[in-house]
């Protein structure tokens, strides 16, 4: 069973940096695409940033470019987003995604709330 577990959410004040991560289980993780995706209150999905299998290719939203970081750990099935220089417009529920035979995963989410 594939399983997606994020943590790492909180209460942040703007202008800070958290780091969010996501434990994979059931399935082979180092050989997948990842992604993360958010969603704000009251919004639609949106995607955030994504990485390739191995971590040697990145690709971000442009609102979040220069400010976020995606990388991994294939070792531990783990995937990571480093935030910085953080905004109320951040807030949102953040979800691990993987796509794996056509059929996307998510996790439960961590809520990241950027609030003074």
């Known amino acids: 069973e594939v399983q997606l577990v994020e943590s790492g959410g909180g209460l942040v004040q703007p202008g800070g940096s958290t780091r969010l991560s996501c434990v994979a289980s059931?399935?082979?993780?180092?050989?997948?695409?990842m992604s993360w995706v958010r969603q704000a209150p009251g919004k639609g999905l949106e995607w955030v940033s994504g990485?390739?299998?191995?971590?040697?290719?990145?690709s971000y939203a442009d609102s979040v470019k220069g400010r976020f970081t995606i990388s991994r750990d294939n070792a531990k099935n783990t995937l990571y987003l480093q935030m910085n220089s953080l905004k109320p417009e951040d807030t949102a529920v953040y979800y691990c995604n993987a796509r794996i035979l056509g059929v996307d995963y998510w996790g439960k989410g961590t809520l990241v709330t950027v609030s003074s």
């Open positions: 990485i390739s299998s191995t971590g040697a290719g990145t």
């Open positions: 059931g399935f082979t993780f180092r050989t997948y695409a």
